[in-house]
């Protein structure tokens, strides 16, 4: 029986691959507990030996002691022990190997379902260790049954769970339809294992562009942000350090070959590949493509961004249902507004008209940056010299301002203009000595928005 019994243990452990420690580990457990069963009390698990040779062959034993009188079943005569060691003495112990007589009928059930149960304990913990390696990854299974709020899927031994939340609204499944799932988390519970699985996870994009890009998957080029509605859009913000790389160029492949084939597993689901930048301004301008932008204005302490385009590239700045602009805010991870050049210039006008109306003795303290016609460049200029409102620029003059590098005779005059304009004091100049100071001016090229 025993004999048997081991090997038709070894055939199932190589049917289901378990592992042979765990074959020894439920020999072990179940003849411990039949020998209970038996005798009425405990058994040492040191009076049972279950060792494999160099063969492979698993034998069990009985550590028995050599006595005179044996009273206990762990206790064997002299000359019954001499049988198996020849050179055996009283007091030493002898392995008597395991027979079926040693055990009631009774003891011979127990052993069959304490082996069964130990090997369906084995086998799940080996497809639990196995599905646990796919969480964070792609997997594909097949639909096995479609519910109101869930669908099955079989992956080999185990199923998963695709909860409604976890569906794409539009793709629709049927019975046997093959398809690829990310697997979210992996959880063995007193229920059971449970896989949960999900199409609508931004994961699943990660890894199929991981899967697709070689340069990904190598590390060459990084996935710096995915952002997603399901079934709709996706924009992806990709960089990379290698400057002979074009990290979207990458992600589009020879002909779009490779982000056709993203698209075409995501069911037609369009995808925006976007280069990452350190730089916010470029980073929020390239998130936003296509659309055209003239300007944008970052508060850097509420991480709000106003984004100006012109009047006829607002629609397709927003998007539809403002999903364009809903995206790209959480790919920069900033709170973006945009705004059209005519909304700008009445944002501008209403602002500058309250400053007046609200604050007329600290109407000069008008922020550089509110005001439209002041490029960026100049206003680095002007502030790395000290000046951050319209009051400093009063202060300082024609002269103070033509020091300051890149900040000729003509663009010092625009921006005192510009200054006693908006505080209310304008000073009129002659026709004739514009024009003439126009034709001497030195054209320094600071920057001016048009």
């Known amino acids: 029986m025993t004999d048997k019994l081991v090997e038709a243990l070894e055939q199932l452990g190589r049917e289901r691959g378990l592992d042979r420690e765990v074959l020894i580990n439920t020999l072990h457990v179940a003849f411990l507990s039949a020998a209970k069963k038996t005798f009425g009390y405990i058994i040492k698990a040191s009076s049972l030996e279950i060792k494999e040779d160099a063969d492979g062959h698993i034998s069990v034993n009985w550590i028995k002691k050599v006595v005179d009188d044996p009273k206990e079943f762990f206790e064997i005569d002299l000359k019954t022990a001499k049988k198996i060691d020849p050179e055996v003495k009283l007091g030493d112990e002898v392995k008597v190997a395991l027979s079926p007589a040693d055990f009631t009928r009774t003891a011979a059930q127990t052993t069959k379902q304490i082996v069964i149960q130990r090997i369906k304990e084995a086998e799940r913990d080996n497809i639990y260790k196995e599905i646990k390696k796919k969480e964070g990854d792609i997997i594909t299974g097949n639909v096995e049954k479609i519910e109101r709020n869930y669908i099955n899927i079989l992956l080999g031994k185990v199923e998963g769970v695709l909860s409604y939340r976890e569906q794409v609204k539009n793709e629709k499944y049927m019975v046997g339809d093959r398809i690829k799932v990310y697997v979210v988390e992996v959880v063995k519970s007193s229920k059971g294992l449970q896989v949960k699985l999900s199409r609508s996870h931004p994961g699943l994009v990660r890894r199929l562009f991981e899967l697709e890009v070689p340069e990904i998957g190598e590390k060459t ?168 409102n319209l009051s400093d620029i009063k202060k300082a003059g024609i002269e103070q301002l033509e020091t300051i590098e890149g900040i000729g005779k003509k663009t010092a005059e625009k921006l005192l203009h510009m200054a006693e304009e908006n505080t209310g004091t304008e000073k009129q100049e002659p026709e004739a000595e514009k024009e003439a100071d126009d034709k001497k001016d030195d054209n320094s090229g600071a920057e001016f928005n048009k």
């Open 221 to 388: 080029v990084e996935i710096k942000n995915i952002v997603r509605e399901p079934g709709e859009r996706t924009k992806i913000a990709v960089y990379t350090k290698n400057a002979n790389i074009d990290p979207v160029g990458a992600c589009v492949g020879m002909k779009g070959s490779r982000i056709q084939a993203i698209t075409k597993e995501l069911r037609n689901e369009k995808l925006d590949i976007i280069q990452w930048s350190e730089n916010d301004t470029e980073f929020i301008i390239h998130a936003l493509s296509p659309a055209k932008i003239t300007r944008v204005i970052l508060d850097r302490e509420t991480k709000r961004a106003l984004v100006i385009v012109p009047n006829d590239q607002l629609s397709l700045a927003i998007g539809k249902k403002g999903q364009n602009a809903r995206l790209s805010a959480r790919l920069t991870n900033w709170r973006i507004d945009v705004k059209n050049e005519d909304e700008f210039k009445e944002v501008q006008r209403q602002t500058l008209s309250k400053i007046f109306k609200d604050n007329p003795d600290t109407q000069e303290d008008v922020s550089l940056s509110s005001l439209e016609g002041i490029g960026e460049k100049t206003i680095h200029r002007l502030e790395a010299a000290g000046m951050h």
